[in-house]
Each structure stands twice: as C-alpha cells, then as structure tokens.
C-alpha cells in the first residue's frame, strides 16, 4: 500500500488511521483550518492545559480561561474548595429540576416503587402480574437513568469540576451495582447524599455515610445480617475494599468481628410515620431510624466484640462508629485509600515517595481529602505525569464532549453519551463485582476498546451529540485545530500523529483523527 492511496477521499476507518501513524506522512499543505499556532519551542506551554484537563473532566475554553486568571495555585485551592451546589447552567439545571429523583424525596420514591411492585405481584392473572411488573422495570430503569443523566451533566458543567471527577472515583472506590434488588431507585441517592457532599471533605465521614447508606446496606446484603443469621459480605467489603486492603493487617476473625458489629444496621421499608417494631423495653432506647435506614436493636448481637487486637467499649449502633474510627484511622487505610487516589490522578504505577508523603498527609490531617490531594497535585511526580494517565472510558467520553461541545450551549440530551459509556464497558453504576472499574491501563487499551473509541471519536468530532435544528440540520462540528486548547498542546504532537492529522481533508476528518490519536487518549 502506497502512502498517497490512505489519502482519504471518504471518511477515514480505523485501519487507515493505523496505517496513517505507523507509516507517517509527507508533510504536504496544510489547509488553514488545520493550521496550529502551537508553542514552537515551549512544551511547558502544554502544562496549563493538561492540568485542567487533569484535575477537571476536560479541558474547556473557559476552565483555561479560569486558571489563566486566577494563576495555578489559585485555581487549585479554588477547586478543592469547590463547594456541593455549585450552580449550573439553567439549561442544565432545568434537566436536571424535571427529573423525577429530583421531585420526589428518595424515602417516599423507594416507598412508592416498593408498593407498585408488590401490588403487580398480586394482580390476578398472569398477563396482569407481567405487563404491571413490566411497567415498574421501565420506571426503575428510568430511575437509574435519570442518576447517570444528572452525574453527566454536572460532569459536563460544573465549576467545581474536581468535585465532580473525585465524586465518581469514591462511588467506583464505594461501589455499587444498580442492577441488584431495587438499587436503581437508591442509587441516586446514594450519591446525591452519601458521595458527593464528602467527596473533598474527610475520609471518616464519607466512610460513614458510604457504609450506613440503604443502597450499601442492600448491595452488600447486610439487611440480611443479624444475631443467628449473620452474613459476612458487607464487613468483609469493608475492610478489604473500602479501608485497610488486602494484606492490610485483618484476618479473617476480625471479618466475623465486624460483621457481629453490623447485624441489626440495616434498612426500614415500613411507612415513614410508623413507630418502631415491637421489642423488649430495654432495648427500645437504642432503636434508630432515619429516613430509611434503620438499626433494629432486636437483630443485634450485644455480646462483646474484639477488632483489629482491641476490644469494643461502645454498645448498639455506637459499636459501628467506635469500629469505623478505628478503620479509617488505621495506617494500612491511609495506604490504601491514598495509593488508590494516585492511581486515579497520577498513573499506574505511583512512585514510592509520592505513595509515602501521601500517606502521611492522610494521616497527619485525619484523612483529610482535600490535603491529600493538595499534596499530589504540589509534587513533581504529578507534574511529570501530565499528559501521560492513560484515559478510562469516562474520562474519555467526558473529555471529548466538552472539548467538542464546550460549556455552552447545553446538550439537550446526555443519552448519547451513555449509550456509549455502555457500548465501552463502563456504564455508570454498572460494575457488578463490588471493587469498582480497574484504574489500570491494561484493562482499557484492548483493540475492542480502541476500535469502538474509534467510532466514538468519529461522533463526537462530527459534533453529533448536539440535536439537529427545526430543519433537521446541525451546525458544521467545531475545528479543533483552532481551539486553544490545541493551540497548547500543538507542539507535543507525536510526528506520527502530525503526519495523520495533514491528511484530513475537512475539519470532521481532522476532528476524527485528533480523538482518536495517542495524544488525546492520555491526559
């Protein structure tokens, strides 16, 4: 094959963009579109773009714009001090007010899909009982949907972008799988109340709402723990996965320890203005309710309890925060949840000094989040690793879409972006093994993945996610080549990649093969 015929004069495929980077291209003319005024001798000119697009799900005119005027610490100290309710566009704001997680109170929802569920149950016939339960699969389903729409637009148009991106790794870090039981109607919730008002704030209080929150609690089957019937899977998760890690010093006597603390937590599906079960009189004073959770005394096992070489001096409900303390302020905790964290925002393989003053941040400051972070995003490793962190799927998607797309105006629908996250692998709260999507860039870098984020780049360059007009048209995609964004990374394309990109002919074209380049699939 002739490097002349992959000239293309239809949309380019995949096999001719390989072609394209492995073999390279003469440097012919370059169409003004296609013409970048990128640093010529500065790489350092591509640090401020590839920190936001770090710290944030991509790099936007404005997030630049933002960091250029405040200056980078600054900028930094603003996001990690970014607060919950930043506000969003109306538009977005407007998607997400209509939504119905967003009318009704989680408690009265997950009450009323409850009631529909059993009442299509007891329909009469079997033609009843199927087109009703049929019917409340469909809005549960929409339930979840509307969690992920909500989740992506915030993502897409927030200002406190870093909040956003640390919300999505402590629900991958404290995951759940919506398609168990009834999480669809929770997971929202879960997230709008348990994950992100803490994603910034302290390790022990996210830890908290995390473990006493309903869908945890039915994810990890501990509404069916209690005294005589215990179950192991949520004290097992526990330490295993959200705190000490494996090989974090716990044996398999301090999961059953654990798991005698949390019998009893587990969750009311009664009426919110029901009173408490009957019970003995002594234990009345120790029953707890709030919204849905609930510690139902009778189900607990008051006999005393060692964790971790220590005995428990609390009693009741007070056994899980006394437990919990101990958890978060463990040294293996501080490792593992630290090293977890650089791996997310620094890359596979984290050196063993960043690892280090990582971990002692976290415990000098009692797991405080946002020193941590302030930690790593001071040091050299994580400058060096700017540009480098291979891309997820969401971070990818999300990168592409507010590169294209911007801040403004608003997509009308995020459905697109979903179905994608689906087609990649990584649909919001879809994993369902309870250790979250890898971080690692192994498990996203297979040929499968590249050749659909192949397809997925012809879309978004193509501007496709915006609907078209009254008249069925869309505006032509913008050109990324005039964007500042490549304006600041220009000077660190790949020759192999300049070689492809000359080959465009139409800022589509252009647009396909920069998403598609290395240079795009790392940030």
């Not at 989680?106 to 409850?114: C, T, V």
Request: aromatic share 8%; net charge neutral; charged share 20%.
């Amino acid at each position: 094959m002739l490097l002349h015929d992959l000239a293309p004069r239809s949309p380019i495929n995949r096999r001719q963009w390989l072609a394209l980077t492995a073999l390279g291209a003469s440097a012919s003319a370059v169409p003004a579109w296609a013409a970048t005024a990128a640093p010529a001798d500065l790489p350092d000119e591509a640090l401020p773009a590839r920190l936001v697009d770090r710290i944030t799900w991509g790099c936007t005119a404005q997030g630049a714009q933002a960091l250029a005027t405040l200056g980078r610490d600054a900028w930094l100290a603003a996001q990690l001090r970014s607060p919950a309710d930043a506000p969003l566009p109306a538009e977005a704001q407007a998607q997400i007010d209509a939504m119905a997680i967003t009318k009704t109170p989680f408690e009265p929802l997950a009450l009323q899909m409850q009631a529909r569920q059993r009442e299509a149950r007891a329909l009469p016939t079997e033609d009843e009982r199927k087109a009703a339960l049929q019917a409340w699969q469909k809005d549960m389903r929409g339930l979840q949907r509307e969690a992920s729409q909500r989740f992506v637009l915030r993502a897409l148009y927030s200002p406190s972008q870093l909040r956003e991106k640390m919300t999505w790794f402590w629900m991958n870090h404290f995951s759940v799988f919506a398609g168990k039981a009834d999480l669809r109607a929770s997971v929202g919730d879960y997230e709008e109340r348990a994950i992100r008002p803490h994603a910034l704030g302290r390790f022990r209080d996210l830890l908290g709402a995390a473990t006493r929150h309903p869908a945890m609690l039915r994810y990890l089957d501990n509404a069916q723990n209690a005294v005589g019937r215990i179950n192991e899977n949520h004290a097992r998760e526990l330490m295993e996965l959200h705190t000490l890690g494996v090989g974090g010093g716990y044996s398999q006597q301090d999961v059953q320890e654990l798991a005698r603390v949390l019998t009893g937590v587990g969750i009311g599906m009664r009426p919110l203005e029901d009173g408490p079960p009957r019970m003995k009189p002594a234990l009345r004073s120790h029953y707890v309710r709030q919204g849905l959770f609930e510690f139902n005394p009778q189900r607990h096992d008051w006999e005393a309890k060692t964790l971790l070489g220590q005995p428990l001096k609390a009693e009741g409900l007070a056994e899980l925060d006394e437990a919990l303390e101990r958890l978060a302020r463990h040294s293996a905790t501080a490792r593992f949840v630290t090293r977890k964290m650089a791996i997310y925002l620094v890359g596979d393989a984290p050196p063993p000094a960043l690892l280090d003053t990582l971990a002692r941040t976290f415990e000098r400051t009692d797991g405080d989040i946002a020193a941590v972070l302030a930690a790593l995003f001071q040091s050299g490793e994580f400058q060096a690793s700017l540009g480098l962190r291979f891309r997820d799927p969401v971070q990818y998607l999300l990168a592409g879409a507010r590169l294209v797309h911007g801040e403004q105006p608003v997509l009308a629908s995020t459905d697109p972006l979903l179905n994608w996250l689906q087609r990649l692998a990584e649909p919001l709260y879809g994993r369902a093994t309870p250790d979250g999507y890898p971080l690692d860039t192994a498990t996203w870098s297979g040929s499968g993945q590249m050749s659909t984020r192949f397809e997925a780049a012809r879309v978004l360059g193509a501007g496709a996610l915006a609907p078209p007009d009254a008249q069925g048209k869309r505006a032509p995609p913008l050109a990324l080549a005039q964007t500042p964004y490549l304006r600041q990374i220009g000077a660190t394309l790949a020759p192999a990649t300049r070689a492809a990109l000359v080959q465009a002919t139409s800022p589509r074209e252009w647009n396909l093969l920069f998403l598609s380049s290395p240079e795009f699939m790392h940030g």
